[in-house]
C-alpha cells in the first residue's frame, strides 16, 4: 500500500475525514462515548436526526469498526449500540472541536451577522 496524502483525492484517508467531519457521526460518537444505546435512544437524544439519516450513519460507523451493533434475542429484536475501542479515539480527538464550537459560538454568531449585513449593503 502506498503511504498516505490526504491531498490526493484517490487518498482513502479522504473516507475517514468524511466520518469526522459528520455532525450525525460525532454526535454518535460523543453520546455512545460513556454507555451503549438503543436506536431509539439515539433518535431521542439528536434532536433533528431522521430515522434514515440515523441509520446510514450507524452503518456506516459499524463498516468503519468505529461502532459496534448487538442484537439481543427479544420479541421484537432489541439492538444496541456502542463504541469501539478505535471509535473512543475517535471521540477523544473530536471532543476538543465539540467544545471549541460551544465555547466560541457567540462570536461566530456575530461574525456571520457582521459578514451578513456588509454583504447586504454591497
Same mark, same amino acid.
Not at 500500500?1 to 490526493?8: D, E, G, T
Given at each position: 500500500?502506498?503511504?498516505?496524502?490526504?491531498?490526493?483525492a484517490d487518498c482513502p484517508t479522504r473516507q475517514i475525514l468524511?466520518?469526522?467531519g459528520d455532525k450525525w457521526a460525532v454526535l454518535i460518537l460523543l453520546l455512545l462515548y460513556d454507555e451503549p444505546a438503543r436506536f431509539?435512544?439515539?433518535r431521542r437524544a439528536i434532536d433533528g436526526i431522521s430515522q434514515k439519516m440515523l441509520s446510514?450513519?450507524?452503518k456506516s460507523l459499524e463498516r468503519d469498526g468505529l461502532v459496534h451493533r448487538r442484537a439481543i434475542a427479544t420479541v421484537p429484536v432489541t439492538v444496541e449500540y456502542s463504541i469501539t475501542p478505535l471509535g473512543?479515539?475517535?471521540?477523544?480527538?473530536?471532543d476538543p472541536l465539540r467544545d471549541w %464550537?460551544? $465555547?466560541n459560538l457567540k462570536e461566530v454568531t456575530a %461574525?456571520? $451577522?457582521r459578514y451578513d449585513a456588509r454583504k447586504a449593503t454591497a
Open positions: 500500500m502506498k503511504s498516505a496524502n490526504v491531498y490526493a468524511d466520518r469526522v431509539n435512544g439515539l446510514q450513519v450507524l473512543k479515539t475517535l471521540a477523544k480527538a473530536v %464550537a460551544e $465555547r %461574525a456571520q $451577522r
